[in-house]
């Protein structure tokens, strides 16, 4: 307990404590979206294509810069997405497996570029293997602001954007039908998506951090049908296990953070489902007896 | 035989037992059932070192193969549930590989199990894990585990062929008929969850989803038919085994990584050039069309 305050106390553990809540309650809200436009796992793949773009931004600059790296991260982010479109479009491999194909090969051309930079550059590259499965403890104030900034960033688009977001994923043509620009709204939230990978990578890994997206909306699904309520308690649902996750994961010295966030969302999930107002399997029991 | 003679076996190995199995999840729209299963059976490779306390091949296959029927149970009890299918596999393999991933770090380090391991595998290492019975030498454990595996999958699809094809192509025809559908499924994902355990120690967790995945859909554009796909998914994952060998020792890199850069590599050449689905073909097809049909409007 003594442990727990002392480390509660420390500068650099209430900076990431804040940045996980921040990122979780960003990723909840966003993920919301994602889940009733039915592309969750489209995250998981770009989530996984991001490795080779932070690799490829160090190949180029030779150094560790966290901004250069995201901005490599998302651009090849964005590129899996298009990919997985492109492979829909013009070949009849169904949605599933293009996802497959493109998340599993940019995912080793991932490793083959870590390994690469490992056994032939010189030069501090300490941390790259870190964005496989996140690590709090080794992130500093400036990489919290990124992820604070981004995230608030990421919040404020998505509120400003929400009547629109919400029209034009639940009735694309009646959207249409009454003016709104449905692809560029569709181009704005796989934008909030990507950006929600990218700036959570450091802290929750590029394997797990799908995980943010999906899991606390599908949390709340079970206590509310709304979609303002079920966003924003998806929200409270991120930034709890982004809490909890990262709190563990500092306790436990070196115990891989992203997982650890993953299976407090998990263990909130599970709850939900069984306890949830609306349509938990324990509720639906009591009710019907 | 010599070390690299081995390293290629091991690797074809898996890419036949692989590509055999996901051409068949490729066409029942299972692909990223393959993924899911292909990350929780860490869990399961956990959970049976913590029982047995060694890391011997019969119970982490047994402990995989649980882990990975649970995992499809738990999609399906999901599914049916009311939650979009997509959404139910993310929350079910993010939840298990997560809880492996944190078990996995309370196992020492003299033990030869870590989560880059499981991510990457080690298959350089693999030709010196010899089988050795009363001091003889019987050659890798990864070679017997994996024929093993490979021949018990041949065994199950010669036996089952034909139940498999028709719950494939017509699911509802299948059930009328009296073909025990989900007897099939999940015979299906405890394949996935073998192949998936013994390529483990070769390519590792996530990079087994290239093997399972991408010869299938490169061989879905490639051919019509059933039987044909199945070989040409095996022949194409053996044969990015080698492209992707070559790949690793010409640019010193990771073996398991270039061998999911090769499938990519073959499956994107398909993508162009496949005499019936590629896009050149096509847009050949479409000139040739234009043309006709210029020549009757003139």
């Not at chain 2, 989900?182 to 996935?192: P, S």
């Not at chain 2, 051919?223 to 053996?238: H, V």
């Amino acid at each position: 307990m003594e442990n727990l305050l002392y480390l509660l106390s420390n500068a650099n553990t209430q900076w990431v404590l804040m940045g996980s809540l921040i990122l979780g309650f960003a990723s909840g809200v966003i993920g919301s979206f994602v889940l009733l436009k039915k592309q969750s796992l489209i995250g998981d793949a770009m989530a996984h294509a991001t490795l080779p773009g932070v690799c490829l931004a160090f190949l180029v600059i030779g150094e560790k810069s966290t901004p250069i790296f995201l901005i490599g991260a998302a651009v090849t982010g964005l590129i899996s997405t298009y990919l997985i479109q492109a492979i829909v479009k013009h070949s009849r491999i169904k949605t599933d497996a293009a996802i497959g194909v493109v998340l599993s090969v940019s995912f080793g051309l991932g490793i083959v570029l870590l390994t690469y930079i490992t056994q032939n550059t010189s030069g501090d590259k300490s941390g790259i293997d870190e964005f496989i499965f996140g690590q709090a403890a080794s992130m500093v104030r400036s990489d919290i602001q990124v992820i604070a900034v981004g995230s608030v960033v990421i919040l404020l688009v998505s509120t400003l954007f929400f009547k629109e977001l919400k029209v034009s994923i639940f009735d694309p043509l009646y959207a249409k039908g009454i003016g709104l620009p449905v692809n560029l709204l569709n181009g704005v939230l796989m934008a909030l998506v990507v950006g929600i990978v990218v700036v959570g990578i450091q802290m929750v890994g590029v394997v797990l951090i799908a995980a943010l997206l999906i899991t606390p909306p599908l949390a709340a699904r079970y206590w509310t049908d709304q979609l303002g309520r079920m966003s924003f308690l998806a929200g409270i649902i991120g930034a709890l296990s982004g809490v909890f996750g990262t709190l563990i994961s500092t306790i436990g010295n070196g115990l891989p953070t992203g997982p650890l966030i993953v299976l407090c969302a998990s263990v909130i999930f599970l709850i939900s489902l069984l306890l949830g107002t609306r349509k938990g399997l324990i509720t639906k029991v009591v009710r019907h007896a | 035989m010599s070390y690299d003679a081995w390293i290629l076996l091991i690797g074809s190995l898996v890419g036949i037992t692989c590509g055999v199995t996901g051409a068949i999840l490729v066409l029942r729209k299972m692909a990223m059932i393959a993924d899911a299963i292909s990350h929780t059976v860490l869990l399961g490779i956990v959970l049976a070192f913590f029982v047995t306390q060694s890391l011997n091949g019969l119970p982490m296959l047994i402990g995989a193969a649980i882990v990975g029927v649970l995992t499809a149970v738990m999609v399906q009890a999901l599914d049916s549930s009311g939650v979009q299918s997509d959404a139910a596999i993310g929350v079910v393999f993010t939840s298990l590989f997560a809880l492996g991933v944190v078990l996995i770090s309370f196992i020492g380090d003299n033990v030869h199990l870590d989560v880059n391991h499981a991510l990457m595998g080690e298959i350089a290492f693999t030709p010196w894990d010899t089988l050795i019975i009363n001091g003889n030498s019987y050659g890798p454990v990864a070679v017997w585990m994996l024929g093993g595996v490979l021949l018990f999958n041949l065994t199950l699809i010669l036996l089952f062929y034909k139940e498999i094809k028709i719950s494939t192509f017509d699911p509802a025809m299948a059930i009328s008929i009296g073909v025990p559908v989900m007897f099939i499924h999940y015979m299906l994902m405890t394949m996935v969850s073998f192949s998936t355990v013994a390529s483990f120690d070769s390519v590792g967790a996530i990079l087994v989803v290239a093997m399972l995945i991408v010869p299938g859909a490169t061989a879905y554009l490639l051919t019509d038919r059933f039987g044909m796909m199945l070989i040409l998914s095996g022949g194409i994952g053996a044969l990015s085994a080698f492209l992707g060998y070559g790949m690793a020792l010409t640019f010193n890199v990771s073996i398991s990584g270039s061998m999911a850069v090769a499938t990519g590599l073959i499956f994107t050449a398909t993508f162009m050039l496949s005499p019936k689905h590629g896009m050149v073909a096509k847009w050949l097809r479409r000139k040739q069309l234009q043309q006709e049909q210029q020549k009757v409007s003139a």
